[in-house]
Nanobody, 126 residues
Framework: VQLQAFGGGLVQAGSSLRLSCVAS????????EGWFRQVPGKDREFVAA????????SYADSVKGRFTISRDNAKNTVYLQMNSLKPDDTAVYYC????????????????????WGQGTQVTVSS
């Protein structure tokens, strides 16, 4: 399984960005997805997660109400819509995926994921 994330960039505070993560090599869509982010010198932190079915989602408190995770199983793609961006959102954003044990399961811990994308830089200027 390979993941390719893209859509990052340099934006001003208050702007929006949409990250995409395309998966290849999977034999089914029964994979839960997640987004994490990391800044230099800090641990990677959870941002958002989505189940493979039923659209169940979970968000970090710091992004709740501003970010939306979604997926298009037909395109093997998961999205992270980021609105009202703040300088504190500056980080490298990683997508991750794993086989889901149930259709409604999502995962919020880094060590629960098996496959990771290469990361895409998001920089928010004040």
């Amino acid at each position: 399984v390979q993941l390719q994330a893209f859509g990052g960039g340099l934006v001003q505070a208050g702007s929006s960005l949409r990250l995409s993560c395309v998966a290849s090599g999977r034999t089914s869509n029964k994979y839960a997805e997640g987004w994490f982010r990391q800044v230099p010198g800090k641990d990677r932190e959870f941002v958002a997660a989505i189940s493979w079915s039923f659209g169940r989602t979970s968000y970090a408190d710091s992004v709740k109400g501003r970010f939306t995770i979604s997926r298009d199983n037909a395109k093997n793609t998961v999205y992270l819509q980021m609105n009202s961006l703040k300088p504190d959102d500056t980080a490298v954003y990683y997508c991750a995926t794993r086989i889901a044990y149930s259709s409604a399961a999502y995962y919020t811990r880094e060590d629960e994921y098996i496959y990771w994308g290469q990361g895409t830089q998001v920089t928010v200027s004040s």
